[in-house]
C-alpha cells in the first residue's frame, strides 16, 4: 500500500487540475444569473465523486439549488461519516480589487488564488483525495455519504426541509467538514463551539405625533430618553445581563475545559492595539477568548428615532427604534431567550410609553463535546500530522446548518478547518496554501482510522 505522502506527491498535478475544474464554475448563489453555473457545478461534483469511488453520487433537487449526494457503503457493520461541504461561492465584486482573475485559479507563492479556492471548494476537495486514496488502496475503514449543498453562502435557506425529507439516507455517526480555519500553520485547531442567535426590533412610542420640545418639553416623556434608560438598564456596569432568568440554561465549563480553550494564543496587547482601544470590557471572571466563546450577549446593533439632519430641529419625536442582538451559547434556546427578553422589555416601560417588540431572527448555538469518539479522532489525526495536539475553538459567530445537522438529524459535527485568517474569504484575492491542502488531505485519511478504531 502505497502510503498517503507518496500519493499526493505522485498525483499533485491531478489533484490542482481537478480542483480548478471546479473553481472555474462560477456558482455564485446569490445572484439568479448563475442558476445554471449551480447545476454546472453539481454535475462536476458528481463527475469527481465517482472518479474518486463512490457506489453511486446523485443530484437532488431542493427548493433552491440542487444538492450533491454520494455514498459508498462497504459493511453495514461498521459506522458511518458523513461529509458536509459546499459548491456555492460568495460575489467577486469588486473584480478591480482583484490580482488575477477570480474564477481563473493561479498559484503564486504556493498559494492557490480564486474565489472558492479555500471557501468551499479547496477546503471540501480535500475529502473527496482522501476519500480516492483510502478507495484506491482497498484501506477504507468506514462508510462514507458525501453530501454538498449550494447555498451555504445565503444561509442555507433550503438544506434543512431538504434533511427532513431525507432523514432516513443521511443516518450517520458522525459529520465532518472542512469549513472552518486553523489557528495559523503550525497550529491546528478543532472548532467545537459555535454561538446561536436571538435578534429582535424594539419600538419605544410616546405621543401621537412629533412635538415641539418648547411647548410640550418637560411634560411628555421623550421616547429616545427612555428607549436609552430601558436599554441601560438591561446590563450592569459589569456587562452582566439583568434579565431573569437569562443565564438559567447556561452550561458552567469544567476547569479543564476553560484551561485548553485558554491555550489558544493570543495576545491581549496585540488586540487592544489592533483595534486601537485603551483596554477591553466583558463580564468580570472571564477572558477574552471566554467572553467570545462560552459566554452570551446583548448588545445594541441600530438605534434611532428623532431629528437626525443637518442643523437644529427642536422636536420631542414620538417614536424611538432600537435593533438588539443576543448571542447565545449552546443549551440556550433562542426561542426561550426572545421571549424571556419581550416580557422584560415590555414589564420595565414606564406608563407614559408603549412598547412594541419584534422577533426578527433566531438560530441555536452548538457543540461538540470534546470528549467524543468523532472529536478525539480528527485530534489524534491532526496531532500526528502537525505533531500538535490541536486546540478546541469556541467561534464567537455561528454557523446555522450546524445546529440544524444537531436538531433534524442527531449527529453532532466536527469542524476541521485547514483554512488560515489569512485566505480572505469572501474577500478579494480569496486564497489557499497547496500545504495545507495537502496536510488536510492527509489528516483526513487518518481521521478515518482513528473514528473507526475508536468506534469498535
Ligand atoms: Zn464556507
Redesign the pocket.
Known amino acids: 500500500m502505497s502510503d498517503i505522502k507518496t500519493y499526493i506527491k505522485e498525483n499533485e498535478e491531478r489533484f490542482l487540475n481537478e480542483l480548478f475544474e471546479l473553481i472555474r464554475i462560477p456558482s455564485i448563489s446569490s445572484s439568479v444569473e448563475h442558476k445554471e453555473d449551480m447545476l454546472k457545478c453539481a454535475k462536476c461534483w458528481q463527475k469527481h465523486l465517482l472518479a474518486a469511488g463512490v457506489d453511486k453520487a446523485e443530484i437532488m433537487p431542493t427548493d433552491g439549488n440542487p444538492v450533491v449526494y454520494g455514498e459508498k457503503i462497504i459493511d453495514e457493520n461498521l459506522p458511518v461519516v458523513l461529509v458536509y461541504g459546499?459548491y456555492d461561492v460568495m460575489p467577486v465584486d469588486p473584480v478591480s480589487e482583484w490580482q488575477s482573475q477570480p474564477f481563473e485559479p493561479e498559484v503564486r507563492d504556493g498559494k492557490i488564488y480564486a474565489r472558492g479556492a479555500d471557501?468551499?471548494k479547496g477546503q471540501s476537495f480535500i475529502h473527496a483525495k482522501a476519500f480516492e486514496f483510502l478507495v484506491k488502496t482497498n484501506s477504507l475503514p468506514c462508510n462514507v455519504k458525501f453530501l454538498l449543498e449550494g447555498e451555504?453562502?445565503i444561509s442555507s435557506p433550503s438544506l434543512p426541509e431538504w434533511c427532513k425529507k431525507n432523514k432516513k439516507m443521511l443516518q450517520s455517526d458522525i459529520i465532518i467538514l472542512s469549513?472552518t480555519s486553523m489557528i495559523n500553520q503550525d497550529t491546528p485547531s478543532i472548532t467545537c463551539g459555535l454561538r446561536g442567535l436571538a435578534y429582535l426590533e424594539v419600538e419605544v412610542k410616546s405621543a401621537n405625533r412629533d412635538l415641539h420640545s418648547g411647548l410640550y418639553g418637560g411634560a411628555v416623556a421623550n421616547p429616545i430618553n427612555v428607549l436609552a434608560k430601558m436599554i441601560a438598564s438591561l446590563t450592569d456596569p459589569q456587562g452582566c445581563i439583568k434579565i431573569k432568568d437569562f443565564y438559567k440554561d447556561v452550561i458552567k465549563l469544567n476547569e479543564r475545559e476553560r484551561k485548553d480553550l485558554n491555550k489558544a494564543p493570543f495576545n491581549l496587547t496585540e488586540y487592544k492595539k489592533d483595534l486601537n482601544i485603551e483596554d477591553v470590557f466583558g463580564e468580570e471572571g472571564y477572558t477574552t477568548i471566554e467572553r467570545t466563546g462560552i459566554r452570551p450577549t446583548l448588545d445594541v446593533c441600530g438605534i434611532w428615532g428623532g431629528y437626525t439632519g443637518e442643523g437644529a430641529k427642536t422636536v420631542i419625536p414620538s417614536t424611538a427604534y432600537a435593533k438588539i442582538s443576543m448571542r447565545l451559547v449552546p443549551n440556550q434556546n433562542h426561542k426561550t431567550i426572545a421571549q424571556l427578553f419581550q416580557d422584560h422589555f415590555k414589564s420595565i416601560a414606564p406608563k407614559y410609553v408603549k412598547v412594541k417588540v419584534k422577533n426578527l431572527h433566531g438560530g441555536q448555538g452548538y457543540v461538540t463535546p470534546i470528549h467524543s469518539s468523532g472529536y478525539r479522532a480528527a485530534s489524534k489525526a491532526l496531532r500526528d500530522v502537525y505533531g500538535k495536539t490541536p486546540i478546541p475553538v469556541r467561534s464567537g459567530g455561528s454557523i446555522s446548518i450546524i445546529s440544524a445537522f444537531d436538531e433534524i438529524l442527531g449527529i453532532k459535527s466536527i469542524m476541521m478547518g485547514f483554512g488560515l485568517p489569512s485566505d480572505a474569504i469572501h474577500s478579494a484575492n480569496e486564497n489557499f496554501p497547496v500545504y495545507n491542502f495537502h496536510k488536510g488531505i492527509e489528516a483526513v485519511t487518518l481521521f478515518y482510522k482513528y473514528f473507526a478504531e475508536l468506534m469498535k
Request: proline content about 0%.
Open positions: 459546499h471557501d468551499d451555504e453562502e469549513d
